[in-house]
T-cell receptor, first 115, second 111 residues
Framework: ETGVTQSPTHLIKTRGQQVTLRCSSQ?????VSWYQQALGQGPQFIFQ???????GRGNFPPRFSGLQFPNYSSELNVNALELDDSALYLC??????????????FGAGTRLSVL | SQELEQSPQSLIVQEGKNLTINCTSSKTLYGLYWYKQKYGEGLIFLMM?????EEKSHEKITAKLDEKKQQSSLHITASQPSHAGIYLCGASPGSARQLTFGSGTQLTVLP
């Protein structure tokens, strides 16, 4: 049990729609990272938020956007869904500058299916 | 960008057998993380290695980071069905903002 919770657990959308995924970070953590994991692959970094600011972004188009709130929870928004967006979306929280350094603790993920 | 290659891609062993999973990086490793994932679920943190030559153990799992800091190995002694899952290595660049992951090793332990 990592203390990182994600909602919803499963989601089905159609192509072109928009989706919002939510993540509550572990108590005391100030950094949230989002990853996309396609079937049979390792997670791919989408972006990271630290103190409500984007703090690094992977190779994902602008239709992937995010927010971090004052309580350090976070949202991932995806606009104009495409079939290839079908994946497991993982949220990880960490404490920037903490010790042991930068260990990311993951939630159980949201399984998104785009039809 | 840093790339991680894991081998083997999949492994089937009989309960009680030892096994090793390797993770090779295209660049020097500044932080190497091992995670375990049950199919379709989140990642569970196992161990983190930072220094060349470092070795850590947890229960029957031992991880090492080689001296040249471009390869790590995960060794499981006397495997059990509970060890089954996908093992992922992740590495952080110097800034440690993000993790780059290998594609994983699927471990099956037969009772």
């Amino acid at each position: 049990e990592t203390g990182v919770t994600q909602s919803p657990t499963h989601l089905i959308k159609t192509r072109g729609q928009q989706v919002t995924l939510r993540c509550s970070s572990q108590s005391g953590h100030n950094t949230v990272s989002w990853y996309q994991q396609a079937l049979g692959q390792g997670p791919q970094f989408i972006f990271q938020y630290y103190r409500e600011e984007e703090n690094g972004r992977g190779n994902f188009p602008p239709r992937f956007s995010g927010l971090q709130f004052p309580n350090y929870s976070s949202e991932l928004n995806v606009n104009a869904l495409e079939l290839d967006d079908s994946a497991l979306y993982l949220c990880a929280s960490s404490l920037a500058g903490g010790s042991p350094k930068n260990i990311q603790y993951f939630g159980a993920g949201t399984r998104l299916s785009v039809l | 960008s840093q790339e991680l290659e894991q081998s083997p891609q999949s492994l089937i062993v009989q309960e009680g057998k030892n096994l090793t999973i390797n993770c090779t990086s295209s660049k020097t490793l500044y932080g190497l993380y091992w995670y375990k994932q049950k199919y379709g679920e989140g990642l569970i943190f196992l161990m983190m290695l930072q220094k060349g030559g470092e070795e850590k153990s947890h229960e029957k799992i031992t991880a090492k980071l080689d001296e040249k800091k471009q390869q790590s190995s995960l060794h499981i002694t006397a495997s059990q069905p509970s060890h089954a899952g996908i093992y992922l290595c992740g590495a952080s660049p110097g800034s440690a903002r993000q993790l780059t992951f290998g594609s994983g090793t699927q471990l099956t332990v037969l009772p």
